[in-house]
């Protein structure tokens, strides 16, 4: 991908617009693509330029990046009816950082393939302000010739950058770290929701606890920067996290593994559906209690 200038961005929600601008950062022409005019407007304010179509931006683009929200618009985005299929006359490799089920990923990339085209599965992790910065965890699933010529622009997004393996372990690695991160969620709230019965204020306890063997990822950062704080800005809403941890509950049925703690979780967030509005921060899941 050494001949990479013009790199096509579609979804250019609070991920893809930061990843767009972090790639124009490391010096690469951006195209930018959405079918929000609010959100694609917000996009050329902040300095992307906009293809007119998505006929425009693959032809265009020597790679492109999509960031969205699941498989179905994913698949339409690919191999819809005006989708990339329809339009590239010559080899692209597309870099899908949606959080996304395995197999359709799998099942994209082959029909992609037999046209010619590649398709990487690499999720992020780092939430808005990790895309802008261009220090994005990226979990990345592929052929290993393809992600290596690929590295150039996964470098312009990502900080972290993992080859978990072939097409779909991207997206298996990253649904087993938001299934981590949503069951954490849930047994911090009520191991600290303990204590504060006891008398002990959360705030008493933090540190502690992250100074022993009961810190995680949402004891060192969530707690004393979305939670505690009051402010619940990650950027990463309801609505998603229930995705993630559906897409971990189909596979965990699917593979016939057996994972009762986890199928509680799933449960959980299943159920904070009727409380909580798709569009509220992911970490307000630390304030529901099921009936």
Request: aromatic share 4%; charged share 20%; no cysteine.
């Given at each position: ?91 692209l490799t597309v870099i899908d ?87 954490q969620l849930l047994t911090a ?103």
């Open positions: 991908m050494e001949h990479i200038k013009t790199i096509g961005i579609i979804g250019l929600g609070n991920m893809g617009l930061g990843m767009a601008l972090s790639l124009q950062r490391a010096g690469f022409q951006v195209l930018g693509l959405d079918k929000n005019d609010q959100t694609a407007g917000r996009a050329e304010e902040k300095g992307i330029p906009l293809a007119r179509d998505m006929a425009e931006l693959v032809d265009a683009s020597d790679s492109i990046v999509l960031s969205l929200p699941n498989s179905a618009i994913v698949r339409e985005v690919l191999v819809g009816v005006a989708g990339i299929a329809r339009q590239a006359n010559r080899k950082t949606t959080t996304a089920d395995p197999e359709a990923t799998r099942e994209l990339a082959k029909q992609l393939g037999n046209q010619g085209l590649v398709l990487l599965d690499a999720p992020v992790s780092g939430g808005p302000g990790g895309a802008l910065r261009g220090e994005l965890t990226m979990f990345v699933g592929g052929e290993t010739e393809d992600v290596q010529a690929a590295m150039p622009v996964l470098s312009g997004m990502g900080k972290n950058l993992f080859h978990i393996g072939g097409t779909g372990a991207g997206n298996i690695a990253k649904i087993v770290n938001n299934l981590l991160t949503a069951a709230a009520e191991a600290f929701r303990m204590a504060e019965a006891a008398g002990v204020k959360t705030e008493q306890l933090l540190d502690a606890v992250n100074a022993g063997s009961g810190r995680s990822g949402v004891t060192l950062f969530n707690y004393p920067n979305r939670i505690l704080s009051g402010t619940f800005d990650s950027g990463f809403t309801m609505q998603l996290m229930r995705k993630d941890v559906a897409l971990a509950a189909a596979l965990h049925e699917k593979l016939g593994v057996e994972v009762p703690v986890s199928k509680v979780v799933a449960d959980v967030w299943r159920d904070s559906a009727s409380a909580m509005a798709d569009e509220e921060d992911f970490n307000r899941i630390v304030n529901f209690t099921r009936a």
